[in-house]
Nanobody
Framework: QVHLVESGGGLVQPGGSLRLSCAASGSIIRDKAIVWYRQAPGKQRELVASLTSGGYTDYPDIVKGRFTGSRDNAKNTVYLQMNGLKPEDTAVYYC???????WGQGTQVTVSS
């Protein structure tokens, strides 16, 4: 079973950028669809990016044009580049396969001045 570990979160000012990583072990993920979700305090987990095994990506309107997902199959890693960050992007970010499996620890992103 694939094990995913998120990293790359931190504190950033509004308008700043971060790149999150999702490193996989236990299985090769190049043939798997990967999703990025986030969960803010008191809110439901929400989808922010979908990456198919064929390279197609999709984003909800709330992040479209600001977030970009990508893969490095040689490193068995998926990334989420986040630009133009806003305070409302503050959340714990998670990656998962699709269909989803067990959730990992996530990585905290805080956007604040």
């Amino acid at each position: 079973q694939v094990h995913l570990v998120e990293s790359g979160g931190g504190l950033v000012q509004p308008g700043g950028s971060l790149r999150l990583s999702c490193a996989a072990s236990g299985s090769i993920i190049r043939d798997k669809a990967i999703v990025w979700y986030r969960q803010a305090p008191g809110k439901q987990r929400e989808l922010v990016a979908s990456l198919t095994s064929g390279g197609y990506t999709d984003y909800p309107d709330i992040v479209k044009g600001r977030f970009t997902g990508s893969r490095d199959n040689a490193k068995n890693t998926v990334y989420l580049q986040m630009n133009g960050l806003k305070p409302e992007d503050t959340a714990v970010y998670y990656c998962n396969t699709w269909p989803v499996g067990p959730w990992g620890q996530g990585t905290q992103v805080t956007v604040s001045s």
